[in-house]
């Protein structure tokens, strides 16, 4: 056997190396700089594994902190780890996201080693990264102050000043089990259990005096992690069980440096301040009340406002492009839930029947089975097709309590529902016309950027119905359309719904969170189940395409990520009071009404302050509102017949005449100018 391995680089060359060679030797032998720029590798077996059909995205889950060898295609490793395969590698550095993951769990690490310096006594459970940074779940009896956590702290910033380098271990399982064992450290002893089988040989890292059971990967050294702080602790039972031990997890966010640390709290300030639950009561947009039950929302008026012009917009654009606007009933009897499928799949997330004369009835969660209703109600050549209904839908369904959140997560909502009825010819200039209205939504309403994942099934898995003829002309379709409008997607193997693929677009807001919304569906299983036909050019009977299709998503959802995205300063053709008048005293009330009747006739929607507060109270007040524009009325404007102009948060831009004013109000509402 030869001593030698083949190591891929990214730019295509291959490099023959020893057993046993290093990421970091790989780096080294590039340049020294790199090496030390590098934190993490990524790499993936050139001859391919066969993967276990079972296995999920290791890397993410808690099992991956523990259990190893990965199988994994591709995985991360740290750099002093001996490479013994053939293997592509890519040297990550610290704007890799997933060496930023790895930066966060070793400074889990490094929390435990502060956490254990200060308070010995203390039991560790585990330590993975998230999202946003990394916790410690640990047990000590005595709970934890803020001195303390400032304590720990401090002590984190030693511990990456010693620049201990994490050092992999390997050791017998039955002796890592005793070393806990004889310490009490129930939580480690558990892990080792659950994740490794006797005959193991279980993965350890020292860092300076302090070893966890883990089996990586860390940065090189703690230096590595430049800028950290712990944030919170919270309570929490070990294992999820309230007889258990209560444990306390520790909370804390780890970056490279500082500049990115104090970006991350900006960002935290920014979403707090821009929380949608805050500003609906602050603008008095929107109300969800205990009365009436959780997850229902009501729409203020000034809430209402707003969702008017998002659904005449939405309307105008369906009837443009070829839709039918249709109403469904709220209630339908349950027999048509059996026939849909919806009984006996989708149950649990229903309201529970009601009683009514002979029959039960259910609130609908979908619009699906009301449209194909419509569609039914007549007989349909392929000239009558496609058929394109759409409604402002209200759907009901069961979220568990707890899990209800704002505008974001309700029981009661309106989708932006259609339903296509086409051909299998028609499906791609379709499924190509939804794609172009979810790009003008998204344009329409302020997001730039959005991300396009494509669903697909998976040819081994039986719960997909329908032939693979069927999936692959659906895929088809969808793929060259995305090709075709040359935009980026992501396929995602399996993830479709049974019935058929998808395309998902999520948008990007001005945070850079992402949301999912606008979704294009197929589906055959309902017309099956409804017998849906079609009579074709042949003369015979067909089976009609369905594709469900909704782009807000749900209003209300999307109405909480407008708010949050323009911060409650909406644009002005969707402010709910376009222009706030100003009249510098009493005298100046009647041109004030002037104004006002001229604004009105013109389409704006305008308030007066006809108090008797002073002019920088009522002007502090309209911008307390976030209206786009102040106009203030005094003794030139009256007499020029002119307005001065305050433009939201740019200032006071001086007197133009009224004329003039209204003629650039009206062009920002006709054009849905994102500016003022
Ligand atoms: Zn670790
Ligand atoms: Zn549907």
Redesign the pocket.
Known sequence: MSNLIKIQLPDGSIREVAKGTTPFDVANSISPRLAAAVVVARIRPLTPVALNENETSLEQSEEAMYSGPATSAERIVGLSTPLHEDVSLELLKENDPAALRVARHSAAHIMATALLELFPETKLGHGPATDSGFFYDVYREVPFTEADLAAIEARMADVVARDEPFIQILEPRDQALADYKSDAEFMKIHFIERFTKPGDEISLYRNGNFTDFCRGPHVPSTGRVKAFKVTSIAGAYWLGDENNQQLQRIYGTAFFNAKDLDAHFKQLEEIKARDHRVLGKQLDLFSIQEVAGAGLIFWHPKGGLIRKAMEDWMREECIRRGYQMVFTPHIMRRELWKISGHEENYAENMYPPMELDDAEYRLKP???PG?ILIYKNSPKSYRDLPQRYAELGNVYRYERSGTMHGLLRVRGFTQD?A?IFCTPEQIESEVEACIDFAEAVLKTFGFEKFIVELSTWDPKDKKFIGSADKWENAVGSLTRVLDRKQIPYKTIPGEAAFYGPKIDIKLVDVLGRLWQLSTV?F?WN?PARFDLEYIGEDGAPHQPV?V?R?LFGSVERFFGVLIEHYAGAFPMWLAPVQVGLVPISEKHHDYAKTVQHRLEAAGLRVEADLSNQKMNAKIRDFGLQKIPFILILGDKEAASNSVSVRVRAKGDEGSVPLDAFIDRAKKLITGHAMEL
Do not use: G
């Open positions: 979908m619009n699906c449209h529902d339903h569906q589906d309902l369905m469900h909704a």
